[in-house]
């Protein structure tokens, strides 16, 4: 079964005086069980939108999307979803312990295994300490990081991340990774969305580009790698000087450069393959339209 | 339900709400000595004014609360992390109106014993003509504490249709006092004077009659005040009526509620 | 920083300084006390939604603060006529609202009957009191005293008064009417019930008002006993107040409180010019008005 199916979801808001902003045309995605699916698409493409749709915040004006088999349309599909909003925002009068509990016993948690999992997630995101103050006080990075507490907090199989990176500093970013890979090794799901691509690079099996409210291509993560690469940047200290020197040579003028280079007596330091990377391919994607 | 209306209570109470209210209760303390203003019935004067700051504190209560709360949730982006847990927003509304009921009829206990001391001790000083009815004034709270509820629901309905806290808050404040007149212009238009209007006046205020909220229904304080008898099946009606009206009200606002979308 | 303090201090100080001033200022300043203009009671009644009871003690609140800065204007001798038909219109107003308002009645019955004169008005307000406060035997005593005093109406004075002595469980109300059936009661009766009222009330404006009428009907009382002697002994009644004093049937000239001075009427009735009430400084009122209006 498919952790997360959509289809033909389209999604057309009405606007002032009867203009109509179509956000989704026409959806189609399946995400796996164990998959990590990175969303990318530029500000205002629609990533919000399905997400808002796969929660029941909004409903489709067409079309129809799943979670774990049952219908978003049910509160019962958020049951096995750990989900964080975009810029969350909490009850700002509870402290990060009163809000786990909270969700907890909307997850119907016994009240044993609500503590032990509330500890433990609240230490994973270095909360702990500040566990009893209340969510007034937080910074942004604190919020993001209860963001993920409660959604890490039931155990869910599938996961929806709005943009869980964003409002983090460096540390808290690795440690998201950190957090997407262990989840990928115990089988969950993760579906996320954000504007960076680096992010997707790193943690995700497949990624979908979303432009204008349609989804331009969905590729697994290592094939655009394998197939893009470019050229290779040859790194040389040339004899007779001390500084090294940088040079771009294309694939099929690798061995030649290369041998010619070493019976010159220069010393390679480094050859390194130049990829047309994630950022170019989605680039590209968005500068065709 | 539960859970949303436990959260609910504990954020009036750390938004340090009940805290404004107990300011509020410091008028209390003046009703005494205004009260000797009066020439002929100080104990009832002070009745009057505990209800009347009773009933003021609750209307502001009902009002701010009722109008806001729904609309800061929304705002302040609540709804994106709570509307996303396996909750119907059927749940959350009622969770939401259930705390702030809630607290309504805590805040009334209070001050309905705040109006106990007071008129107690004023009728020590100024011994009344008649005696006072202390059922009556606990029924009459009461009845105050549900028709402020009925003012929550309401405000609940116009927040669930509202982008904005303008329409809940002066909505409600519209519809509390258009509540509040329909008994005296129904019986205006049924009464010998009002056979001059336009049949069409007639039937819309007829129609707004039984559309409107019935407020002047829960109105007991001239019972309190005069210890004249309240009536039981009246009260028992009233009652039936609050229930039934408010379950059409929160039903209304549920369907509104379910169908919009939280951009 | 610094000069923030010094603003500071230099503001202080001078409110300070001023401080006295002001405060004698504010406490010298005339009492403006006026009762406005009341809209449709039907407007009212809308607006003021479930605090009617509220409203109506604040109209008759209104009323008495004005009613007793009058009081204080007339013992600085700054005579003002007292707008009674807007008094009258606020106690409609504030029975309409809560028709079980008993300072409403007692207003009315306390001043308005005897400064104005309206008994019918009065006794219209009283009937439509007795249908709510059903219990109260204070409306059917005045309303008794009104027939009986005013109207003369001994009859209707009767029902009253058997009404207030059922509610009451008092026999000496209902005996009330008969006593004083004869004119030469009247004054009497008169004293008796504003002596019993005098005495029942807490609110020093009313209560003065009182204490001055029973003054000028004690006047009156003096003065009626020295007519009867005058009568006895001479036989015939005498022409005026002076000959009584002339003569020696009165010991002191009598003082009227409201300002004006007793008379005999031809049938022998004692009479005053300031019909007893704080009324016969028009001339001086209107002029007052029209500086205040500067």
Same mark, same amino acid.
């Not at chain 2, 009246?234 to 229930?243: N, Q, W």
């Given at each position: 079964m498919s952790a997360v199916s959509i289809h033909g979801l389209s999604k057309i808001f009405k606007g002032k005086r009867g203009t109509k902003v179509v956000a989704l045309r026409n959806l189609d995605l399946e995400i796996g069980a164990g998959e990590i699916f990175g969303f990318l698409g530029p500000n205002g493409a629609g990533k919000s939108t399905t997400i808002k749709t796969l929660m029941g915040l909004i409903t489709p004006t067409s079309g129809r999307a799943l979670i774990m088999g049952k219908d978003v349309s049910s509160p019962e599909a958020r049951r096995h979803v750990g989900f964080l909003p975009e810029n969350p925002a909490f009850y700002d009068y509870l402290s990060a312990a009163e809000y786990l509990t909270f969700v907890g016993r909307i997850f119907k948690m016994e009240a044993p295994q609500l503590e032990r999992k509330s500890e433990e997630v609240l230490k994973l995101l270095d909360l702990w300490d500040a566990r009893k103050r209340l969510m007034r006080g937080y910074s942004k990075g604190m919020v993001q990081r209860v963001g993920l507490a409660q959604a890490l907090l039931h155990d869910p199989d599938v996961y929806i991340l709005d943009e869980p990176m964003s409002g983090l500093d460096p540390i808290g970013r690795t440690l998201v990774k950190e957090i997407i890979q262990d989840l990928k090794q115990r089988g969950k799901s993760v579906f996320f969305s954000t504007h960076i691509t680096s992010d997707v690079e790193s943690v995700c099996d497949r990624v979908g580009v979303i432009v204008k409210g349609e989804m331009k291509?969905?590729?697994?993560?290592?094939?655009?790698?394998?197939?893009?690469?470019?050229?290779?940047?040859?790194?040389?200290?040339?004899?007779?000087?001390?500084?090294?020197?940088?040079?771009?040579?294309?694939?099929?003028?690798?061995?030649?450069?290369?041998?010619?280079?070493?019976?010159?007596?220069?010393?390679?330091?480094?050859?390194?393959?130049?990829?047309?990377?994630?950022?170019?391919?989605?680039?590209?994607?968005?500068?065709?339209? | 339900?539960?859970? &949303?209306?436990? &959260?609910?209570?504990?954020?009036?109470?750390?938004?340090?709400?009940?805290?404004?209210?107990?300011?509020?209760?410091?008028?209390?303390?003046?009703?005494?000595?205004?009260?000797?203003?009066?020439?002929?019935?100080?104990?009832?004067?002070?009745?009057?004014?505990?209800?009347?700051?009773?009933?003021?504190?609750?209307?502001?209560?009902?009002?701010?609360?009722?109008?806001?709360?729904?609309?800061?949730?929304?705002?302040?982006?609540?709804?994106?992390?709570?509307?996303?847990?396996?909750?119907?927003? $059927?749940?959350?509304?009622?969770?939401?109106?259930?705390?702030?009921?809630?607290?309504?009829?805590?805040?009334?206990?209070?001050?309905?014993?705040?109006?106990?001391?007071?008129?107690?001790?004023?009728?020590?000083?100024?011994?009344?003509?008649?005696?006072?009815?202390?059922?009556?004034?606990?029924?009459?709270?009461?009845?105050?504490?549900?028709?402020?509820?009925?003012?929550?629901?309401?405000?609940?309905?116009f927040s669930s249709v509202s982008t904005s806290f303008f329409l809940p808050v002066f909505g409600t404040i519209s519809i509390f006092l258009a509540g509040n007149v329909t008994?005296?212009?129904?019986?205006?238009?049924?009464?010998?004077? $009002?056979?001059?209007?336009?049949?069409?006046?007639?039937?819309?205020?007829?129609?707004?009659?039984?559309?409107?909220?019935?407020?002047?229904?829960?109105?007991?304080?001239?019972?309190?005040?005069? $210890?004249?008898?309240?009536?039981?099946? $009246?009260?028992?009606?009233?009652?039936?009526?609050? &229930?039934?009206?408010?379950?059409?009200?929160?039903?209304?606002?549920?369907?509104?509620?379910?169908?919009?979308?939280?951009? | 920083m610094n000069r923030t303090i010094i603003i500071l201090v230099l503001s202080f100080v001078s409110y300070i300084s001023i401080l006295g001033a002001f405060s004698r200022y504010m406490a010298s300043r005339p009492i403006a006390e006026k009762l406005g203009y009341v809209p449709s009671v039907e407007v009212v009644k809308a607006v003021s939604a479930d605090q009617k009871e509220l409203v109506s003690a604040f109209f008759v609140t209104k009323v008495l603060l004005y009613f007793g800065g009058l009081l204080e204007k007339q013992q600085n001798e700054l005579p003002i006529?007292?707008?009674?038909?807007?008094?009258? =219109?606020?106690?409609?107003?504030?029975?309409?609202?809560?028709?079980?308002?008993?300072?409403?009645?007692? %207003?009315?019955?306390?001043?308005?009957?005897?400064?104005?004169?309206?008994?019918?008005?009065?006794?219209?307000?009283?009937?439509?009191?007795?249908?709510? =406060?059903?219990?109260?035997?204070?409306?059917?005593?005045?309303?008794?005293?009104?027939?009986?005093?005013?109207?003369?109406?001994?009859? !209707?004075?009767? =029902?009253?008064?058997?009404?207030?002595?059922?509610?009451?469980?008092?026999?000496?109300?209902?005996?009330?009417?008969?006593?004083?059936?004869?004119?030469?009661?009247?004054?009497?009766?008169?004293?008796?019930?504003?002596?019993?009222?005098?005495?029942?009330?807490?609110?020093?404006a009313i209560k003065k008002s009182f204490r001055t009428r029973m003054m000028a009907f004690q006047e009156v009382r003096h003065i009626e006993i020295a007519r009867d002697?005058?009568?006895?002994?001479?036989?015939?009644?005498?022409?005026?107040?002076?000959?009584?004093?002339?003569?020696?049937?009165?010991?002191?000239?009598?003082v009227d409180p409201y300002g004006g001075h007793f008379y005999l009427e031809l049938d022998g009735?004692?009479?005053?010019?300031?019909?007893?009430? %704080?009324?016969?400084?028009?001339?001086?009122?209107?002029?007052?008005?029209?500086? !205040?209006?500067?």
């Open positions: 291509c969905v590729r697994r993560v290592d094939e655009i790698a394998d197939g893009g690469i470019t050229g290779y940047e040859v790194r040389h200290i040339a004899t007779g000087s001390d500084s090294p020197e940088s040079i771009t040579v294309s694939t099929s003028d690798l061995p030649a450069i290369l041998s010619e280079l070493q019976s010159a007596g220069s010393h390679i330091l480094v050859v390194e393959p130049i990829r047309k990377n994630l950022e170019e391919f989605f680039v590209d994607i968005v500068r065709q339209e | 339900m539960k859970n &949303v209306a436990i &959260v609910t209570l504990k954020g009036i109470f750390r938004d340090r709400i009940f805290h404004g209210i107990l300011v509020n209760v410091a008028f209390f303390v003046l009703i005494p000595s205004i009260a000797t203003l009066s020439m002929r019935q100080v104990t009832e004067l002070s009745l009057t004014l505990s209800l009347s700051l009773v009933s003021f504190i609750l209307l502001l209560l009902s009002i701010f609360l009722g109008g806001t709360l729904l609309w800061k949730d929304i705002e302040r982006r609540y709804t994106y992390s709570v509307l996303g847990l396996p909750l119907t927003r $059927g749940r959350y509304l009622l969770g939401k109106f259930a705390g702030t009921a809630i607290f309504t009829l805590f805040v009334s206990i209070v001050l309905g014993v705040a109006t106990y001391l007071v008129v107690s001790w004023v009728s020590i000083i100024y011994p009344p003509e008649r005696a006072i009815l202390w059922g009556n004034l606990t029924v009459c709270i009461l009845f105050e504490a549900l028709k402020y509820i009925l003012v929550i629901a309401v405000a609940f309905l008994q005296q212009v129904y019986e205006y238009i049924h009464s010998a004077s $009002g056979s001059a209007l336009s049949p069409l006046v007639c039937q819309v205020a007829v129609g707004l009659y039984y559309i409107l909220p019935n407020f002047s229904a829960f109105d007991l304080k001239v019972n309190a005040i005069y $210890g004249i008898p309240i009536s039981l099946s $009246g009260t028992l009606l009233t009652f039936v009526y609050f &229930v039934l009206y408010a379950a059409i009200v929160l039903g209304l606002a549920v369907l509104v509620l379910s169908r919009r979308e939280m951009r | 006529p007292p707008d009674y038909p807007a008094m009258s =219109r606020m106690i409609h107003g504030a029975v309409q609202l809560d028709p079980y308002n008993m300072d409403a009645y007692y %207003f009315a019955q306390s001043i308005l009957v005897w400064d104005v004169g309206k008994v019918e008005i009065a006794n219209e307000l009283l009937d439509y009191g007795m249908r709510f =406060r059903a219990w109260d035997w204070y409306l059917p005593y005045f309303a008794g005293f009104n027939h009986a005093y005013f109207l003369k109406d001994y009859a !209707g004075a009767a =029902r009253y008064y058997e009404q207030a002595g059922r509610l009451s469980g008092s026999d000496l109300l209902k005996n009330l009417a008969g006593r004083y059936l004869q004119e030469s009661g009247k004054t009497d009766m008169a004293l008796a019930y504003l002596y019993a009222m005098e005495k029942g009330e807490k609110n020093p002697h005058y009568r006895q002994t001479i036989g015939r009644l005498p022409a005026t107040v002076e000959v009584l004093i002339q003569e020696g049937y009165l010991r002191t000239p009598p009735r004692v009479a005053t010019t300031s019909k007893f009430a %704080f009324v016969s400084t028009k001339s001086v009122g209107k002029k007052n008005k029209v500086q !205040g209006a500067h």
